[in-house]
């Protein structure tokens, strides 16, 4: 069974940074990819950016460079730097570990990110 606990959240001010985190506990043996996605209020929930084992990296449109996923094996975790961040990416943002044969999916709790003046 995988778990995952994201963490880094919080509330910044606009053109501000946060980098999140996610704890990944459990066989990823079988590794398909890894993501963080976001949901903001009234909305639904989105694909941020992708990560592969071969290390492609994919983003959403809106992700404008601003957005930098990253994992770090030593220590199983996943992170999602955000930078010059605007009021548009307050969002709940969830950290997803995808494993193949079959193919499954994995969410974290979710870690709030408010951005506002």
């Known amino acids: 069974q995988v778990q995952l606990v994201e963490s880094g959240g919080g509330l910044v001010r606009p053109g501000g940074s946060l980098r999140l985190s996610c704890v990944v506990s459990?066989?990823?043996?079988?590794?398909?990819?890894m993501a963080w996605h976001r949901q903001a209020p009234g909305k639904q929930r989105e694909l941020v950016a992708t990560?592969?084992?071969?290390?492609?990296?994919t983003y959403a449109d809106f992700a404008n460079g601003r957005f930098t996923i990253s994992r770090d094996d030593t220590t199983n975790m996943v992170f999602l730097q955000i930078d010059r961040l605007k009021p548009e990416d307050t969002a709940v943002y969830y950290c997803?570990?995808?494993?193949?044969?079959?193919?499954?999916?994995?969410w974290g709790q979710g870690t709030q990110v408010s951005v506002s003046s």
């Open positions: 997803h570990v995808m494993l193949k044969e079959p193919l499954r999916g994995y």
């Open positions: 459990g066989s990823i043996i079988n590794l398909y990819a």
């Open positions: 990560l592969t084992p071969s290390g492609r990296t």
